[in-house]
């Protein structure tokens, strides 16, 4: 990966990482849950402290840092070996996020934050919404990507 594509692919993880948190926000207004993914962390964060050390500034990065590196694994791994145009392989994509974040990441952020929202979800009062609300903000995040990435001209042409 060339330094340019590197600095594309940056800055296209963080703008689809701004959109994912967007939607995140936006969708209590059709009646699916918040999720405000900096926060969760935060409170991962400083489970473990008797105080609490780390501010939601800390959440945030590590939630935006994981949004480039998501782009930056696409690109180094993926872009190439997942099949279909721009729209296919950012549907994918987001699909492919969201049932790793509802069935590996988020149960074990949940149980380190003091509380378990179980294997997709199922420990939360409305399992479905919660589902449907991670589906949507990465549905948002993998199409969001693939724009960035023919906009920035990283990958396929």
């Known amino acids: ?28 207004g059709l009646g699916l849950p918040v999720i405000d993914v900096g926060h969760i962390l935060t409170q991962s964060f400083n489970h473990i402290h ?3 050390p780390y501010s939601l500034i800390w959440g945030n990065l590590a939630y935006n840092i994981t949004g480039v590196l998501l782009a930056l694994i696409w690109v180094a791994f993926l872009q190439e070996r997942i099949p279909g ?21 988020s149960p074990f952020v949940s149980m380190a934050a003091g509380d378990s929202f179980g294997f ?24 969001t990507l693939m724009l960035c990435m023919k906009v920035a001209g990283v990958g396929k042409k």
């Open 85 to 105: 145009n721009r729209f296919i392989q950012g549907v994918l994509y987001g699909v492919l996020v969201s049932v790793v974040a509802g069935g590996v990441i």
């Open 1 to 28: 990966m060339s330094a340019s594509t590197f600095w594309r692919t940056v800055i296209s993880g963080c703008i689809a990482t701004f959109v994912m948190t967007m939607i995140a926000f936006l969708q209590g």
């Open 120 to 143: 997709f979800y199922t420990n939360t009062w409305i399992p479905g919404k919660v589902l449907l609300a991670g589906l949507t903000m990465h549905l948002g995040y993998g199409l």
């Open 50 to 52: 008797t105080g609490e």
